[in-house]
């Protein structure tokens, strides 16, 4: 009789997929599944970001929510966010291999940075896989880049020597000014997706043409997420918002998936990818 999948919110259940993770890597359980990002000045096709799932052998398809703070609290974060830039940095190179040059987005957790052989694993994806640098975005969170400024840098310039580009996801002005990262070569910044969800008030607009204005000077690009509706594509456009993610244009969508995705999206907006 087959095994009936537990309460996930009961402790038992809990406790059962914290032994389970300590297995999961090694079973090839985890998986990539990929978000286009699209260019909302020009409408072409920007890049993917890549999101990671855990295909459970009771429970199913888990979200990141259910078990990332998990990996992070056993350590177990590094090698699995290894495995995550790797297959990533692969599948990109596929894409581009068939003529595609777009950029593929990786979120690195605070452990990750913290781990001495970082940067290494980092190069090492990019060699084995032959990935183009110049397209691989690094995504941290703020939280990651508010302890002490001078050890984040040491951190963060041998990924710049590498030629990545960087990314502060989840970013609000409320927490930190946009300048403060200008010492950290941040390349992209992208939004709280609270900030798009309340675009329709007069203090966010307010705040996010600001933003758009100062990352002009800092040469720093914007980008969106959680974009659900035209009139939020329509207002983030009049702001001159650089990128944009979210359900409204797609969902995360496995590798083959994308593959037509870009199909389509070549087609039917004819434009480029």
Known sequence: MAKSPKNSNSAESREDLTDDLGSALEADQFFLMYQPTIDLQTDAFAGVEALIRWRHPTHGVMNPESFISKL??????????????????????????????????????????????????????????????????????????TGDAKSTTERLEPLKSLGVRLAVDNFSPDDSPLADLERFHIDIVKLDKNFISGFSNPQDASQIHDLVQLARKLKIQIFASGIEDAEQVKQLQIEEVDIGQGFFFSRPHEAAEIDQFLEDFAIFSGKPL
Request: charged share 20%; proline share 4%; glycine share 6%.
């Open 72 to 145: 992070e609290n056993s350590g177990q974060i590094v090698p699995v966010g290894r495995w995550a830039l790797a297959t990533a940095s692969a599948q990109g190179a596929l894409w581009h291999a068939k003529g595609y040059r777009f950029a593929v987005s990786v979120n690195i957790s605070p452990k990750q940075l913290e781990a001495a052989e970082f940067a290494d694993d980092v190069a090492e994806a990019l060699s084995s896989s032959r990935f183009d640098p110049a397209l691989l975005v690094l995504e941290f969170s703020q939280e990651t880049l």
